[in-house]
């Protein structure tokens, strides 16, 4: 059974920086992509940044103040986020797509997702 396992959330000040981590109870190889999601109250879940095949994307709302990254041999995806906003808060989702030749596109094309990890900002 694949697990995505995120680390690495918790409470931040405004302007601060934080860093999260996904590990997988699989090769991340076996994903051709992986990233992560975003989800608040009332919300649809929103793409925060995703990464594979050497490509890297980020959702609107990261304003380059993210950075997506990832280890294949340690199976793990990191976020690190920068500056960060009140509006960056809420829960976080480790996510992997196995096949294709894009990079997802939405939240359909996800076939895993972790727990998620919440992330509040304090202002």
């Known amino acids: 059974q694949v697990q995505l396992v995120e680390s690495g959330g918790g409470s931040v000040q405004a302007g601060g920086s934080l860093i999260l981590s996904c590990t997988t109870s699989?090769?991340?190889?076996?994903?051709?992509?992986m990233g992560w999601f975003r989800q608040t109250p009332g919300k649809e879940r929103e793409e925060v940044a995703t990464?594979?095949?050497?490509?890297?994307q980020y959702g609107e709302s990261v304003n380059g103040c993210a950075t997506i990254s990832r280890d294949l041999a340690e199976n793990t995806v990191w976020l690190q986020m920068n500056n960060m906003k009140p509006d960056d808060a809420g829960v976080y989702y480790c996510?992997?797509?196995?096949?294709?030749?894009?990079?997802?596109?939405?939240?359909?094309?996800?076939?895993?997702w972790g727990q998620g990890t919440q992330v509040t900002v304090a202002s």
């Open positions: 996510a992997a797509k196995v096949g294709g030749w894009s990079l997802p596109s939405s939240r359909q094309e996800i076939n895993y």
């Open positions: 699989t090769h991340t190889e076996n994903f051709n992509y």
């Open positions: 990464i594979g095949r050497g490509a890297r």
